[in-house]
């Protein structure tokens, strides 16, 4: 029985304490809250970042495929092109 008294007057102690120091706990709030915003803003920056330097790496890494793909057909229609001279040339 007397431990519900206990719990009472502990948690009334409390408010009243909190009441008491309402204003430096709403100001400790709000600098915490302040600086999880800061905190969430700078990695939501360098997530931006890292997500343009991804995207950056993957268009110059596309870029370079389709440079070496053309390279090669080029290089097979110059192969092509020259064997048919070389059999036109062993033919005559």
């Known amino acids: 029985m007397a431990l519900p008294f206990v719990l009472g007057l ?6 009243v304490v909190a009441f008491n120091k309402s204003d430096k706990l709403k100001e400790t709030a709000c600098s915490i809250l302040k600086k999880s915003k800061d905190i ?3 990695s939501l920056e360098k997530g931006k970042e890292t997500v ?4 950056n790496t993957i268009d ?3 870029q370079c495929i389709k440079e070496k793909k ?3 057909v080029e290089e097979k229609k110059t192969q092509i092109a ?3 001279v070389e059999k036109t040339i062993e033919e005559k």
């Open 70 to 72: 053309a390279q090669v």
């Open 40 to 42: 969430a803003s700078e």
């Open 82 to 84: 020259s064997e048919k």
């Open 52 to 55: 343009g330097d991804v995207k």
């Open 10 to 15: 502990a948690v009334g102690a409390g408010a």
């Open 60 to 62: 110059a890494t596309a």
